[in-house]
């Protein structure tokens, strides 16, 4: 049975300059029409999240995702071509693609097959020791095992493991979803205590994202 094609993700922060919003109320209500209407990107869902106030380095998220990862980069161009998109700076861009994994066969990838409803998103980059990969599968099995049960215990927080080897400097790219805050932060403090803590190489930046609409977006961060 063959692969069936990877998803693609990237997940875009951007940072707003301050002189934008020191420009005349009817320029920047036509730049952010134009700017809304860029979002509309044929084949390429778009997922808005605030991040102002909880992040020093961005003010929002775009989670974009397609079949075709130029799409992705094409729809990422055509922000820019817009008169507030020249007034962002991309102060991260994680790319990314779902594949199978050799720990759960049976696992999917929450955003492929339910609507996007929850609060919360907590973007996670992460990378795995050198050493890990020395270690033979069913022993990194034995450890994802127990990596899974602790999950399990935190029902309302949803999983996305997608993987950027090749595409970026980390090894995957988390994204879990939920609408308590405090669920996901204790089981990030419990998964501090699993076996396979050790051998995590990286596994920051963490990035809280607040789910809006794009006209949310723009009236909270007065663009």
């Known amino acids: 049975m063959s692969e069936k094609p990877p ?42 999240y605030l991040t102002a106030g909880l992040r020093a380095d961005c003010d929002f998220v775009f989670w974009t995702i397609s079949k075709d990862l130029a799409k992705l980069q094409d729809f990422a161009c055509g922000l820019i071509r817009t008169e507030l998109g020249r007034n962002l700076t991309l102060a991260h861009s994680w790319v990314a693609m779902t594949k199978p994994t050799p720990y759960s066969k ?68 988390l994204a879990f979803e939920a609408d308590d805050p405090k669920e996901f932060s204790d089981l990030v403090q419990q998964l501090r205590e699993s076996k396979a803590r050790p051998y995590t190489r990286n596994d920051a930046p963490l990035m809280p994202c607040r789910r809006v609409t794009a006209e949310e977006l723009i009236g909270m961060l007065a663009l």
């Not at 951007?14 to 509309?40: H, I, K, N």
């Not at 929450?110 to 990969?133: C, D, G, N, S, V």
């Not at 029902?155 to 995957?172: A, E, H, K, Q, R």
Request: charge should be negative; glycine fraction near 6%.
């Open 7 to 48: 998803t693609y993700v990237d997940f875009l922060g951007y940072r707003v300059d301050p002189a934008w919003r020191r420009l005349d109320s009817s320029a920047r209500t036509e730049g952010a029409r134009r700017f809304l209407a860029a979002l509309d990107f044929p084949d390429v869902e778009v997922r808005p």
């Open 106 to 173: 049976a696992h999917q990838q929450h955003f492929e097959i339910a609507p996007q409803t929850a609060r919360w998103l907590f973007i996670y980059p992460f990378t795995k020791t050198h050493e890990w990969y020395q270690l033979p599968i069913e022993r990194r099995r034995e450890m994802m095992e127990q990596h899974n049960e602790v999950g399990h215990r935190f029902p309302g927080v949803l999983i996305n493991t997608c993987y950027s080897f090749g595409l970026g400097d980390d090894d995957f790219m």
